[in-house]
């Protein structure tokens, strides 16, 4: 048993290998499943995603298996918002700083178009579940079309890609990331402000207004309790 | 031999008594905190007050209380939020955050303690890269400070439509010469 395991794992890697040198070299096919495989859970997966298939060449293709299909531009997108210290003292909005993950791990998503209240609500519930300092304060959206026509001053390229990255208990899922035309710091720090604006200012639609509200009342009561 | 008490004496020892300075309990931090505070001369008897954001303490004077009292500022409150960062650990916001860098954290205190009284405190934010940032969003003016933690900020700023945006050396000592005149309201 273990050497049958260790061929198959052997031949998928030869497998992927073969997709990444054809397409580097002869521009056949992107192996986007495979590259969103390998690049799970690592803390320079934009980087690698973008070294992969540059110029967003993912977003074509399904990049899982598991979702329903690739993220269109007529899409609505929520950024779940569930850490405190991205709220704002003063005002209650959120603070740009939700944004900062496109620059390395890719900024998660939720296609809002394409996602069942039931997959929503088991998604917050997961979350949730995780740490008690956690609390669901809303969720921002915008529109996929805008996030990918953003463009950083003096540059003629897009800045972010828009990918399907479900999961199998979240098929909704998908993520964010810069382009690999992101390449100075003050960039980075324009991008921010470009993805605030896209997705509202910061102006969170409370959790009981989402989908009036069908998230929010099946949530744990535990969940919802928490400040 | 004993011999009993007048009244009269009796009651001059009583105001004797109640006289003496009423025994202070404070702490070491806030008597070393006294030292670099003003002190304002009072005859309150108030007692000492230690609260989240006024610190008190009354030391006895021949009948009168000198009291130290001054407000935690708001550039203070905001330095105190930012260094609680460093207590986090890595993953803080559930999605793979790095842990807060220490020298952001220092580097933005700094810069804090350089900000003039005619420019608005900004609010900090903490990004899962660990830097920390300074944000303005008023009026017409966004700002957004983002210290690298190796002298340097990287920024973007919006006022009234101009943009600005860059990345400027900072040695903590002195506030960058550009963010003055773009930031103030």
């Given at each position: 048993?273990?050497?049958?395991?260790?061929?198959?794992?052997?031949?998928?890697?030869?497998?992927?290998?073969?997709?990444?040198?054809?397409?580097?070299?002869?521009?056949?096919?992107?192996?986007?499943?495979?590259?969103?495989?390998?690049?799970?859970?690592?803390?320079?997966?934009?980087?690698?995603?973008?070294?992969?298939?540059?110029?967003?060449?993912?977003?074509?293709?399904?990049?899982s298996?598991h979702s329903p299909c690739?993220v269109?531009?007529?899409e609505?997108l929520a950024?779940f918002?569930?850490?405190?210290?991205?709220?704002?003292?003063?005002?209650?909005?959120?603070?740009?700083?939700?944004?900062?993950?496109?620059?390395?791990?890719?900024?998660s998503i939720q296609r809002d178009s394409v996602a069942t209240n039931k997959e929503l609500?088991s998604f917050?519930?997961?979350?949730?579940?995780?740490?008690?300092?956690?609390?669901?304060?809303?969720?921002?959206?915008?529109?996929?079309?805008?996030?990918?026509?953003?463009?950083?001053?003096?540059?003629?390229?897009?800045?972010?890609?828009?990918?399907d990255t479900a999961e199998?208990e979240n098929p909704a899922h998908g993520?964010?990331?810069?382009?690999?035309?992101?390449?100075?710091?003050?960039?980075?720090?324009?991008?921010?402000?470009?993805?605030?604006?896209?997705?509202?200012?910061?102006?969170?639609?409370?959790?009981?207004?989402?989908?009036?509200?069908?998230?929010?009342?099946?949530?744990?009561?535990?969940?919802?309790?928490?400040? | 031999?004993?011999?009993?008490?007048?009244?009269?004496?009796?009651?001059?020892?009583?105001?004797?008594?109640?006289?003496?300075?009423?025994?202070?309990?404070?702490?070491?931090?806030?008597?070393?905190?006294?030292?670099?505070?003003?002190?304002?001369?009072?005859?309150?008897?108030?007692?000492?007050?230690?609260?989240?954001?006024?610190?008190?303490?009354?030391?006895?004077?021949?009948?009168?209380?000198?009291?130290?009292?001054?407000?935690?500022?708001?550039?203070?409150?905001?330095?105190?939020?930012?260094?609680?960062?460093?207590?986090?650990?890595?993953?803080?916001?559930?999605?793979?955050?790095?842990?807060?860098?220490?020298?952001?954290?220092?580097?933005?205190?700094?810069?804090?303690?350089?900000?003039?009284?005619?420019?608005?405190?900004?609010?900090?934010?903490?990004?899962?890269?660990?830097?920390?940032?300074?944000?303005?969003?008023?009026?017409?003016?966004?700002?957004?400070?983002?210290?690298?933690?190796?002298?340097?900020?990287?920024?973007?700023?919006?006022?009234?439509?101009?943009?600005?945006?860059?990345?400027?050396?900072?040695?903590?000592?002195?506030?960058?010469?550009?963010?003055?005149?773009?930031?103030?309201?």
């Amino acid at each position: 048993m273990p050497s049958t395991r260790k061929k198959c794992r052997l031949c998928s890697r030869l497998s992927s290998g073969l997709k990444e040198f054809l397409h580097r070299f002869f521009r056949v096919g992107v192996d986007c499943q495979g590259i969103n495989r390998r690049t799970h859970g690592e803390e320079q997966r934009v980087a690698k995603i973008n070294a992969a298939a540059p110029d967003c060449a993912c977003e074509k293709y399904r990049m899982s298996r598991h979702s329903p299909c690739a993220v269109e531009n007529s899409e609505i997108l929520a950024r779940f918002v569930f850490s405190p210290i991205h709220i704002h003292h003063k005002t209650g909005n959120v603070k740009p700083s939700i944004f900062s993950h496109v620059f390395s791990v890719g900024c998660s998503i939720q296609r809002d178009s394409v996602a069942t209240n039931k997959e929503l609500i088991s998604f917050a519930n997961d979350f949730l579940g995780g740490d008690d300092k956690r609390s669901w304060r809303g969720v921002l959206l915008a529109e996929c079309h805008e996030l990918r026509s953003i463009k950083v001053e003096n540059s003629l390229n897009r800045a972010v890609c828009v990918y399907d990255t479900a999961e199998q208990e979240n098929p909704a899922h998908g993520e964010i990331g810069q382009t690999h035309h992101i390449i100075n710091e003050a960039d980075v720090v324009e991008l921010r402000h470009a993805l605030f604006t896209a997705f509202g200012n910061g102006a969170v639609i409370p959790p009981f207004q989402y989908r009036n509200g069908k998230v929010w009342d099946n949530l744990a009561q535990h969940f919802q309790a928490r400040k | 031999m004993t011999t009993p008490l007048g009244t009269a004496a009796a009651a001059k020892i009583f105001i004797a008594l109640t006289a003496l300075p009423t025994p202070t309990v404070s702490q070491i931090p806030a008597l070393l905190e006294q030292q670099a505070r003003p002190i304002q001369k009072t005859t309150s008897r108030s007692p000492i007050v230690v609260t989240g954001a006024q610190l008190t303490t009354v030391v006895a004077n021949n009948d009168k209380y000198e009291e130290s009292a001054r407000p935690t500022t708001l550039n203070e409150k905001l330095i105190g939020e930012i260094r609680q960062w460093s207590l986090l650990n890595t993953d803080w916001d559930g999605e793979g955050a790095a842990a807060p860098s220490f020298k952001s954290i220092k580097e933005v205190v700094s810069f804090v303690r350089l900000l003039d009284n005619d420019i608005m405190l900004p609010e900090p934010m903490l990004l899962s890269s660990g830097h920390v940032a300074l944000y303005w969003n008023e009026g017409n003016l966004y700002a957004d400070l983002e210290f690298l933690g190796d002298g340097r900020i990287a920024y973007f700023i919006k006022n009234n439509g101009d943009r600005h945006k860059g990345v400027v050396a900072f040695d903590s000592q002195k506030m960058p010469a550009v963010f003055p005149a773009i930031i103030r309201a």
